[in-house]
């Protein structure tokens, strides 16, 4: 199985800061790469899929990249309704598996 | 608009089984699969495997082959999960999610269905 590691696995900033989480895989996996939102006690939200392709209906302040092995989600200017639970997700192949989640708290 | 229901918690003794139904409308149900995913409390997510929506293919992780059994009902468009052997390390939430063309890109989620097994 395809491992997918997350870093930080929790942080702490200010409404406005800058937010860079990031996901390595441990063997290619191309641009296969999605990002959800969780908010306890909800269902996970898809941001971003194919490493860098925005959802519709995503606000613009997210954003991903990354290719291989190395993927980052950001979120450029943090507001307060991002509090929650951030996982990345490999859809290149089966079992599809998911990062252990970073945990966005806001100061 | 696209909507995935899923049925009411459950609580069940160890040993029983299990039933979750999701009800998709707002898309042509024929057109997407759907994967199950869950997560146990406090726990990230885990996926349990995949079902056409429109033949009855379906493909599981391993560690749930012969635990669990995907079904689909095209004349009400819903999906089902079963999961037999429950355990106490079943108790989670079990989440449908949309997933066209099998590229595993959940882009629309059930609410999520609490089961616990408990005795």
């Known amino acids: 199985d395809i491992q997918m590691t997350q870093s930080p696995s929790s942080l702490s900033a200010s409404v406005g800061d800058r937010v860079t989480i990031t996901c390595r895989a441990s063997q290619s996996i191309r641009s296969s790469l999605n990002w959800y939102h969780q908010k306890a006690g909800k269902a996970p939200n898809l941001l971003i899929y194919?490493?860098?392709s925005l959802q519709s209906g995503v606000p613009s302040r997210f954003s991903g990249s990354g290719s291989g092995t190395d993927f980052t989600l950001t979120i450029s200017s943090l507001q307060p309704e991002d509090f929650g639970s951030y996982y990345c997700?490999?859809?290149?192949?089966?079992?599809?598996?998911f990062g252990q989640g970073t945990k966005v708290e806001i100061k | 608009q696209v909507q995935l229901v899923q049925s009411g918690s459950e609580v069940k003794r160890p040993g029983a089984s299990v039933r979750v139904s999701c009800k998709a409308s707002?898309?042509?149900?024929?057109?997407?699969?759907i994967s199950w995913v869950r997560q146990a409390p406090g726990q990230g997510l885990e996926w349990m495997g995949w079902?056409?929506?429109?033949?009855?293919?379906?493909n599981y992780a391993q560690r749930f082959q012969g635990k669990v059994t995907m079904t689909t009902d095209t004349s009400t468009n819903t999906a089902y999960m079963d999961l037999r052997s429950l355990r106490s390390d079943d108790t989670a939430v079990y989440f449908c999610a949309r997933d066209c063309g099998g590229y595993a890109i959940f882009d629309y989620w059930g609410q999520g269905t609490l089961v616990t097994a408990s005795s």
């Open positions: 707002g898309y042509t149900f024929s057109t997407c699969g």
């Open positions: 079902i056409s929506g429109h033949t009855d293919i379906t």
């Open positions: 194919g490493a860098s």
């Open positions: 997700q490999q859809s290149y192949t089966t079992p599809r598996t």
